[in-house]
C-alpha cells in the first residue's frame, strides 16, 4: 500500500514555463513533506520541505505547497531551467521519526530549451 | 569535506555470493541509513543507526544486515545474493536532531547479481 503516490512518472516543460510536481499521500499522521532531486548516478539531493502548521515555503524558484484536508502537495518551478531536469521524489515522515521516511516513486521532468 | 562516501560504485556478483557495500560519512552525523532503489520505485529503507553500536530494521531488513562500530562507517552485508537483490543501494546520514527526514545521500552503489 503505497502512502505517498506521484502519480506522473514523467513531465514534459518548455524552458522558462512553469512546472508542477504532484505527489499525493494517504497517511494523516504525516506532518512533514520534502521533496528531493535525483541526477542520473548520484544520490538524491535535499530540495526544500514544509511542515504541516504551513501550506506554502518558497525558497528561490522553488515553491512548495501543501493542501492537508486532500491530503496533497505539489512543486512548483518557476522559471523552469534545463538544469532542472532530474527525478524529483515526494517524501512524508512524522515528526521526531526520520527513519519512517516514506518516498514516492519519483517524477521525471525534463526541461526543454 | 568528502559527504557521503559508498564504495563500491558497481559490482556483479553471482547467485549464492556475499559482499560488503561501504558507507563512511564525514559530517559527524549521528544518524545512517541504507536504503534500495528499484527501477521506477521509492526508496526503502533497508536498516538505519541512530549511534554506533545500535541498528534497526527498515521496511526491507531480510537478506542484509549492518553493523555501526564508529560514527564515521556503516556497511552494509549481503549474504548469499540472490537476484531481488539486484538493485541500487543509497547511504545516507543526517544529524540526530534533525529528526524532519532532511538526508544526505552518497552517489549510490549499482549491484547486479546473476
Known amino acids: 500500500d503505497q502512502q505517498v503516490k506521484q502519480n506522473s512518472p514523467s513531465l514534459s516543460v518548455q524552458e522558462g514555463r512553469i512546472s508542477i510536481l504532484n505527489c499525493d499521500y494517504t497517511n494523516s499522521m504525516f506532518d512533514y513533506f520534502l521533496w528531493y532531486k535525483k541526477y542520473p548516478a548520484e544520490g538524491p539531493t535535499f530540495l526544500i520541505s514544509i511542515s504541516s502548521i504551513k501550506d506554502k515555503n518558497e525558497d528561490g524558484r522553488f515553491t512548495v505547497f501543501l493542501n492537508k484536508s486532500a491530503k496533497h502537495l505539489s512543486l512548483h518551478i518557476v522559471p523552469s531551467q534545463p538544469g532542472d531536469s532530474a527525478v524529483y521524489f515526494c517524501a512524508a515522515s512524522v515528526q521526531g521519526g526520520s527513519e519512517k521516511l516514506v518516498f514516492g516513486k519519483g517524477t521525471k521532468l525534463t526541461v526543454n530549451p | 569535506n568528502a559527504g557521503v562516501t559508498q564504495t563500491p560504485k558497481f559490482r556483479i556478483l553471482k547467485i549464492g555470493q556475499s559482499m560488503t557495500l561501504q558507507c563512511t560519512q564525514d559530517?559527524?552525523?549521528?544518524?545512517m541509513y541504507w536504503y534500495r532503489q528499484d527501477p521506477g520505485m521509492g526508496l526503502k529503507l533497508i536498516y538505519y543507526s541512530v549511534g554506533a553500536g545500535i541498528t534497526d530494521k527498515g521496511e526491507v531488513p531480510n537478506g542484509y544486515n549492518v553493523s555501526r562500530s564508529t560514527t564515521e562507517d556503516f556497511p552494509l552485508r549481503l549474504e548469499l545474493a540472490a537476484p531481488s537483490q539486484t538493485s541500487v543501494y543509497f547511504c545516507?546520514?543526517?544529524?540526530?536532531?534533525?529528526?524532519?527526514?532532511?538526508?544526505?545521500f552518497g552517489e549510490g552503489s549499482r549491484l547486479t547479481v546473476l
Open positions: 559530517m559527524n552525523h549521528n544518524y
Open positions: 545516507a546520514s543526517t544529524w540526530a536532531q534533525a529528526m524532519t527526514g532532511e538526508l544526505f
